[in-house]
């Protein structure tokens, strides 16, 4: 596993991990109505994805930069999709709690988006920097 990978999933679990706690604990101290029960189902769901999201990207050529664009893009439209499939879920098993815990499905999919973004940006730095070292020196953009 490389230097790059471990940095990030250490990165997304302690995200996660502060993400996950702090809104818990701001949710049960400033608006305890709106916590739900199931609430460690939302951090669980995107730790998971957050996973797969790396594992993805770390499985991408650095020989072909352009790649990762569009797993980037396919990645948040799986997201999306699957995040509407357990919002529906939800609605069928819960019809009284689907307003709440849809809110904070949503807060933490934001935040969450955040740090994947960044995620991202960094991993396509680290490849284009590859690609570049791997260029002979006159073919180099500085």
């Given at each position: 596993m490389t230097k790059?990978?471990?940095y990030f999933l250490i990165f997304h679990t302690s995200m996660m991990l502060v993400t996950g706690?702090?809104?818990w604990f701001l949710l049960k101290w400033?608006?305890?109505d709106i916590l739900v029960e199931t609430y460690p189902v939302i951090p669980i769901f995107f730790?998971?994805?957050g996973l797969i999201f790396i594992y993805i990207f770390n499985h991408n050529s650095p020989e072909k930069p352009e790649k990762i664009v569009n797993t980037y893009m396919?990645?948040?439209m799986i997201k999306i999709?699957?995040?509407a499939v357990i919002l529906f879920i939800y609605w069928i098993v819960d019809k009284i709690h689907i307003r709440n815990f849809a809110i904070?499905?949503?807060i933490f999919y934001l935040i969450n988006l955040i740090w994947e973004t960044y995620i991202?940006?960094?991993m396509e730095m680290y490849i284009k920097y590859k690609g570049d070292q791997k260029k002979p020196p006159r073919e180099r953009i500085d």
């Open positions: 790059l990978t471990k706690f702090g809104l400033l608006f305890p730790y998971l994805l396919l990645m948040r999709f699957v995040s904070i499905f949503v991202y940006m960094r």
